[in-house]
């Protein structure tokens, strides 16, 4: 259900740009504090190991999917943020209450 037709990674009237086509499923990290670094390190790696690879196949742009991402680290999904700006991104801090 969450494959994309390689014709939905281009635009027709430029058939010569590829896109790249990333789906994050989760930002999900181990309770286990002896492996929540180590597992941080290695998604965070695994990240920027994929965009290098697309920005060399497909430079004309990224789709990132997050369509039925279920959450996680927080930390962890604002972190892969900065890499995909050469801005730094600040996020805003505040808390939702439930009730």
Known sequence: PWTVPTSHLRLAD???QNFAYIRLADFKL??????RSAA???YRDEFRRILA???ERAPNGLILDLRGNTGGDIPLA????QYLTPREIE????AL???
């Open 97 to 99: 209450r439930q009730s």
């Open 91 to 94: 996020p805003s801090r505040f």
């Open 14 to 16: 430029v058939p010569d």
């Open 40 to 42: 941080a390190d290695a």
């Open 53 to 55: 690879l697309a920005n």
């Open 78 to 81: 604002e972190g892969l943020l």
């Open 30 to 35: 181990p309770t286990d504090d002896t492996k």
